[in-house]
């Protein structure tokens, strides 16, 4: 380790990065083992989930009646959604690492790398917000 | 025949050991694999709990190789998976680029403390990858499973070419910084433990690098699966950066790149836990396993054997895709 060479910017994403990870992975593990152990009910059953898991990601919708964008934040009480909720987060997490680093960038006027992390932002927030849908 | 030669042959053979019989392990499993298309009892035969556990135990192994060998999970994972176990392509892209996320964040925040992943270099990288993995992930959805899995197959089987051909500098002969890259400051320092001492770096070929980075985003979201197959010969053999760099800021690129074009699987359904979290799970426990063995295991050795499992992971795909091997 040598941290006199490491910006303070990439300390700071680094430490959220390790925050956002740890937290998304125990999200994942304690819902998925609630979900598979029965303690929370699932939307579709278990044992009927390998007549469904050969179909096209559309059909499967369709014939399960399960939501697409961030529908299913309103099924989080079924097992199989719930366990989506560490997915996003682990997906999401790297939007607080951006953001954080920003002012760092902005108190040293590198107005580049402020930009930068800006559009990064907009591009992650843009491919979260479910607006681009396309499918089979 | 004096003792400490004796000690240094004991070792030797030691090790030799252990190479036959992580080898055989490995080899065993993935011959298995090469027969389970016929051998497989049928989706309906098998209860959810079999596949999900021959899933953990599939990525587990997947994990072990991965890290010796130098590729991503995710770059074995959606052949391997895609073309021996009965999910749809579209879960298993879904599941894919979960893998590859998941390795990622691990990996990214000590990679970032220790100088190895450099974030003014990687940043640029990430933004256009990250934009073009979007576009590719929902061409991907639109798309017919045939196609992709015939262009997944071409594409492993490229992917085959470049990591038997492709040469590695660990420390590249770069000259003078480009405009981009000089105005970027997209330079660092890192202490290289194996040496003991600070390396200084800088890039050149910025230019021509985002444009890749453009095409490999694109690749990463259409397939799901992890680029770093990509990311480490452009920022290593064209840009400059030093192999450490190289493969440290690829893995952090992947957090951006993969967690984009992750949100537009989720948004489409494309993910279902029961394949994603066995998956991650397994890949990481294997990883850390995988991590620990490289001391142990010779490289090359298992870079040969996985180069060959893609070889035929990719003649399957192509093969599924075709409708020669259903």
């Known amino acids: 380790m040598n941290d006199e060479h490491i910006s303070v910017e990439q300390q700071r994403y680094a430490n959220w990065l390790s925050r956002g990870a740890r937290s998304g992975l125990l ?47 309103r099924m989080l009480g079924f097992g199989d959604f719930a366990s989506l909720l560490g997915i996003a987060w682990l997906s999401g997490c790297s939007l607080l690492c951006l953001a954080v680093v920003m002012p760092v960038y902005a108190g040293r006027k590198d107005w580049v790398f402020v930009g930068l992390c800006v559009v990064a932002l907009l591009v992650q927030i843009l491919a979260a917000s479910g607006i681009l849908t396309v499918g089979h | ?75 074995l994972f959606v052949p391997i998976v895609g073309g021996f176990f009965p999910f749809h392509l579209d879960f298993v892209r879904g599941a894919g680029l979960l893998v590859a996320l998941a390795s990622a964040l691990a990996a990214g925040p000590s ?13 640029p990288m990430a933004v256009l990858a990250s934009a073009s993995s979007i576009a590719g992930a929902m061409i991907g959805l639109a798309i017919p499973a045939a196609i992709i899995q015939i262009a997944l197959g071409l594409t492993i089987l490229g992917i085959v070419t470049l990591m038997s051909m492709a ?24 202490h290289d433990a194996a040496r003991n001492e600070k390396i200084s770096w800088h890039v050149h070929r910025t230019p021509l690098g985002l444009l890749l980075f453009v095409g490999i985003g694109f690749l990463a979201g259409l397939f799901g699966m992890g680029a770093g197959w990509a990311n480490v010969p452009v920022l290593n053999l064209l840009m400059g950066a030093p192999l450490k760099v190289s493969a440290g800021t690829s893995s952090f690129i992947l957090t951006l790149v993969d967690s984009s074009a992750a949100w537009i699987y989720l948004n489409k359904g494309a993910v279902l836990a029961i ?29 040969k054997m996985v180069i060959s499992l893609l070889l035929f992971a990719g003649l399957r795909a192509l093969l599924k895709g075709l409708g020669i091997w259903p």
Request: glycine share 12%.
């Open chain 2, 275 to 303: 394949i994603a979290v066995p998956s991650v799970i397994g890949m990481m426990l294997g990883a850390t396993i995988g991590a620990r063995l490289l001391h142990v295991l010779k490289a090359s050795v298992v870079r």
């Open chain 1, 27 to 73: 999200i994942l593990i304690v819902s998925f083992l609630s979900y598979v152990f029965g303690l929370i009910p699932a939307h579709i059953p278990l044992e009927q989930l390998p007549a469904v898991w050969n179909l096209p990601a559309g059909e499967y919708l369709k014939l399960t009646g399960s939501p697409t964008g961030w529908g299913w934040l």
């Open chain 2, 1 to 75: 025949m004096p003792s400490g030669v004796f000690v240094r042959l004991q070792h030797a053979g030691g090790m030799l050991k252990a190479h036959v019989v992580f080898l055989s392990l490995g080899l065993t499993l993935f011959a298995a694999g090469a027969y389970a298309a016929d051998a497989l009892p049928t989706a309906a035969s098998m209860p959810w709990w079999g596949w999900a556990l021959a899933l953990f135990v599939t990525c587990f192994f997947l994990g072990i190789v991965a890290v010796p060998s130098g590729v991503g999970g995710g770059v």
């Open chain 2, 167 to 190: 040469k590695k500098s660990e420390f590249p002969d770069v000259g003078a910084p480009d405009k981009l890259s000089a105005a970027l400051a997209m330079n660092g320092i890192y």
């Open chain 2, 111 to 123: 990679l970032l403390r220790g100088g190895l992943a450099n974030l003014r270099l990687a940043l």
